[in-house]
């Protein structure tokens, strides 16, 4: 294999807005798990005390939009008192109060709330010990994987008096990704390669940052029946040039432009930029497609609609609509 210089450029600072959005929904760009106080193999906890005695609780505050749907998907938004103002989704998380940014909550707001619980992902570790020095409970759960998210879907379900809502979720969704499973096993894997953020106001396809070995999009595409056009490195979201894409080749190109419709852009503005690399095989035979809707960078219980479309547009051969 050669060097990968042209794949991960060094010398580009910026972060565009689809791939923020990945940082404050998938919550794992350039991080790590963190250990924390009581923290099992998946990577949940609850502190001080947990909830057993307690009885479900009131008066929740969520640290993450991943957080928030579950919470809200679960029918515990009459219990929701507040969130970040990254949470936007269902449209009645607006309405909650705010506490703050993901990377920065707002310790005082979430204390003036008084909640009986609040919700973070490993990234608020910092925030969760300080939270539970004051006597707050705080339940960690881990978004970085499928897994996890199904995991935390039923931990929170449990914890709030949701326990056979959360089952029967977490069964519908693994019964569609079932689905998806036994109508791709026996079909050929496309190399597939996701965008996650560029500049889009340069109109050249350049230092893109794409899927890697992140945990949840490189999941999804096996799930959905393709494979990571990158292999190996270990980097969660690198940066690639137009001659890494090239020797990428990927079949198959998925462009997560989660604002695009804020942008002021439109998607055959997008794709008219994939066909300056009329050598790559997508580009060539018309497989780049756009993924715009807001879910498609929130790992919560919509994953499964994300799942959904990657899995139609990386196997359009399938009958998806038969039963």
Not at 81 to 103: F, Q
Not at 161 to 178: D, F, H, P
Request: with cysteine; net charge neutral; proline share 7%.
């Amino acid at each position: 294999m050669p060097k990968m210089g042209p794949l991960w450029p060094r010398q580009k600072r910026w972060i565009p807005w689809a791939l923020m959005l990945l940082v404050f929904g998938l919550s794992f760009l350039g991080q790590t798990l963190l250990p924390h106080r009581g923290v099992g193999q998946g990577g949940s906890a609850v502190s001080p005390s947990g909830r057993a005695a307690a009885g479900p609780p009131q008066r929740i505050i969520s640290l993450a939009p991943s957080v928030t749907e579950v919470l809200f998907a679960l029918g515990l938004g009459d219990q929701v008192v507040g969130v970040t103002n990254h949470c936007r989704y269902p449209p009645s998380a607006l309405s909650k109060e705010k506490v703050g940014d993901y990377y920065n909550p707002d310790i005082e707001a979430v204390l003036a709330l008084r909640p009986d619980l609040v919700i973070l992902l490993p990234e608020h570790e910092q925030s969760g010990d300080y939270l539970a020095r004051l006597g707050v409970n705080a339940l960690m759960v881990n978004h970085f994987t499928i897994q996890g998210v199904l995991d935390s879907i039923l931990l929170i379900g449990r914890i709030c008096g949701r326990a056979e809502v959360a089952e029967e979720m977490v069964q519908e969704i693994r019964g569609r990704m079932e689905t998806i499973r036994r109508r791709t096993m026996s079909l050929p894997a496309p190399r597939v390669m996701v965008s996650v953020g560029r500049n889009m106001g340069s109109g050249m396809i350049k230092d893109i940052y794409i899927c890697g070995q992140d945990g949840f999009y490189d999941q999804m595409i096996e799930l959905a029946g393709g494979r990571n056009a990158l292999q190996g490195g270990g980097v969660k979201f690198p940066i690639v040039s137009g001659e890494g894409i090239l020797y990428l080749n990927p079949q198959v190109i998925l462009d997560v432009i989660p604002d695009l419709a804020e942008s002021g852009w439109k998607e055959a503005d997008v794709l008219r930029q994939w066909d300056l690399l009329p050598q790559v095989d997508a580009v060539a035979k018309g497989r780049v497609h756009v993924l715009s809707h807001n879910y498609a960078v929130v790992p919560g219980p919509r994953f499964i609609l994300i799942l959904e479309d990657m899995a139609r547009l990386i196997h359009p051969e399938v009958h998806w609509r038969s039963p």
